[in-house]
């Protein structure tokens, strides 16, 4: 199936300050990206949609102010937590949809990353 | 906005059995719907995607179906394995904006 990498895997920082986090798709163009958060033995909650060359739609509840999402090209969208607290302290997991091919529509997710603010 | 529903929340079986996770879903307008396994800590691996168009589809030793009108999937696994050992993830689409709305998961264990 297709790739989907993100960078870093794991991240320990500081609370206040700002972590950044890439997705790429690797073999594929995406036109939209999505970032979800997964608390431990929770499912996945959808956090934004990311469309290349647009603003981030943001579900309800999720601060755009905190959460910037930049998706600046057709393989890579980036998630800023900014001022971090404790309480962001989450798995986060995107994935990319792959608009064409036999694989039309289907997502592939990234291996995620796990914040830890202290 | 799609509510999607996993059931059992976990099941243990022994190895070579074949079995049954269940998925249903709210909103009967929907666009997709995909299989995932996830392994403890670990991302989200894709197994099948069903598009509203079809009724099954099917993967190795795995089969997943779609039954719209009754807002239901299975996903069903043959012979077992201790490999199969994982969260299965069930996750739907509405007709806009392609993000997916996740179930539970169903923990599975496969015992040698």
């Known amino acids: ?118 | 906005k799609q509510e999607v529903t996993q059931i059992p929340a976990a099941l243990s079986v022994p190895e070579g059995e074949n079995l049954v996770l269940n998925c249903s879903f709210t909103d009967s307008a929907i666009y997709n719907l995909q299989w995932f396994r996830q392994d403890p800590g670990k991302g989200l691996t894709s197994l099948l995607l069903i598009q509203s168009s079809q009724r099954e589809q099917t993967s190795g030793r795995l089969n997943a179906s779609l039954d719209k009108s009754s807002g239901r999937s299975t996903l069903y696994i043959a012979a077992s394995q201790p490999g199969d050992s994982a969260t299965y993830l069930c996750a739907g689409a509405s007709n806009s904006g392609y993000a997916l709305n996740f179930g539970k998961g169903t923990s599975l264990l496969v015992t040698p």
């Not at chain 1, 895997?9 to 990206?33: H, N, P, W, Y």
């Not at chain 1, 102010?65 to 404790?86: C, E, G, Q, R, Y």
Request: hydrophobic share 30%; aromatic share 10%; charged share 20%.
């Open chain 1, 1 to 118: 199936g297709a790739v989907v990498s993100q960078h870093p895997s794991r991240v320990i920082c500081k609370s206040g300050t700002s972590v950044k986090i890439e997705c790429r798709s690797l073999d594929f163009q995406a036109t939209t990206m999505f970032w979800y958060r997964q608390f431990p033995k929770k499912s996945l909650m959808l956090m934004a949609t990311s469309n290349e060359g647009s603003k981030a739609t943001y579900e309800q509840g999720v601060e755009k102010d905190k959460f910037l999402i930049n998706h600046a090209s057709l393989t890579l969208s980036t998630l800023t937590v900014t001022s971090a607290h404790p309480e962001d302290s989450s798995f986060y997991i995107c994935s990319a949809r792959n608009p064409s091919g036999t694989s039309a529509d289907t997502q592939y997710f990234g291996p995620g990353t796990r914040l830890t603010v202290l």
